[in-house]
């Protein structure tokens, strides 16, 4: 059993790493969106539509089931590692040879020598899977946490100096494969974990197993999003693409933080109840409460904060972007949703209905992509927008069947998050009529929307956040 003070920093210093190297990127782009254009943003955009993809192939869930596996044996952890490495090579020979036809595909000739630099992430991180497994095994986050922050700031430094010395979009990718590198030697360093002779295929069929149901999963999301920015980078100009992809970076920060946090509370919570459908339901939608109305909340005032958010944070220049963002954050609102409907899927032991879900959303993003193509950049993205949600009614209809709680009654218990944050909102849009200048505005709306909130939660004297706390609490005490 672990130590309850030991279960109190792991999840301490996940969170801070989870913040922290968000919050540091978000810098990083605050400084480099003014020394770049959108054409060299857009140029790296293209690039993570094929490292994003590669990246799952190499861990292959391996990672995942080594986690979920108790007795983890040297065989296991050197079978991992050498499936790793050797994956990742043949992706990164693969993206060398072919570079030249990528670019050829976007007709941006200098994407052939950046694709062969930027990919060299693939085998720095498939030195670092194990390592990071171990430490995560052991509920050592803080030192992945250090090394997280440590290489998202040294990253951050060389590109703003590349930056300021006119290399363009190198300093993007170069800050990438520093950042990766600077983590691996952190890692190495700090865990002493060294890779043997030893390959198991007993180890392989046994982890995979477990690892290619998750494979499957997480390659099918994260191809469909590689062929909305595959679609967006050929069929729109790069300036557009880079737009976009910083909108989506801005957009995407609040709902990975509250996603991620939520994956980690609710399975502590919320497995013991996995035989109990009744019990299950109860404590679902008591954990759910305060994270959809924080999601809700911050996605409702992101929107109406947009304008001077975008002005200040990334220039004037950068205002053809506010649109994207904020559909995107109408957007990712649903996302808390789709992992409220997907956590009782894996608690029940239904990864099957997730994948089916999941190649069911694919099907029905087919013709977004097509009106997206017809109709322009704004439709496509109205487009994802609408499937999001989309999504979640698809998910809703598998939790209907494990735990009878289904569409009508999730949209129900989502009307007061909804009034809250409409709420919230209101009373920081009512701010710009005091036409100051965007800086004032924006943190004048910042303290509006803190107290507002705080003001609604006690009229209608909310507990969803005291009882989150509690629960936390209960979490940590069993533990």
Known sequence: MLHQKQTIKGFFWNFLELTAARLINFAA????????????????????????????????????????????TEKDYNTVFYINITVSLLLYALFFFSAPLIANYYNEPQLTLIIRVITLILPINALAIIQKTILTKELNFKTQAIASFIGVSVGFGVAVAMAFNGFGVWSLVIKTIVNQAVVLIILWFANKWRPKKVFSAQSFRELFGFGSKLLVIYLAAQILRSIYDSIIGKSYSKQKLGLYSNADAMAVIQSEIVTTMLNKVAFSALSPFGNSPKLLKENLQKIMSPFIILSFTMSCVLIVIAEPLIIIALGQNWLGAVPYFQMLCLGYAALVLHIENQIVM?????SDYFLKTEILKMILFVPVIVLGIIFGLKTLIIGLVVHYWLGFAINSIYTKKLID????????DL?????????????TFAVIFFNFSPLPTLILQFFTAI?????????????????????????????
């Open 451 to 479: 107290f507002s909130a705080f003001l609604i939660s006690k009229i209608f004297k909310m507990k969803v956040f005291r009882e989150l706390k509690a629960l936390l609490f209960n979490i940590l005490k069993n533990k």
């Open 29 to 72: 782009l605050m400084f480099l969106a003014r020394l770049l254009t959108e054409g060299d943003f857009g140029l790296i955009r293209m690039t993570v539509i094929f490292t994003a993809v590669a990246q799952i192939m190499i861990d292959g869930g391996f990672g995942n089931a080594l986690i979920r596996k108790q007795d983890c």
């Open 415 to 427: 009307i007061k998050p909804a009034l809250f944050a409409l709420g919230v909102g209101i009373c």
């Open 346 to 350: 894996n608690i029940t032991g239904h």
């Open 405 to 412: 709680y289904g569409l009508f009654a999730q949209i129900k």
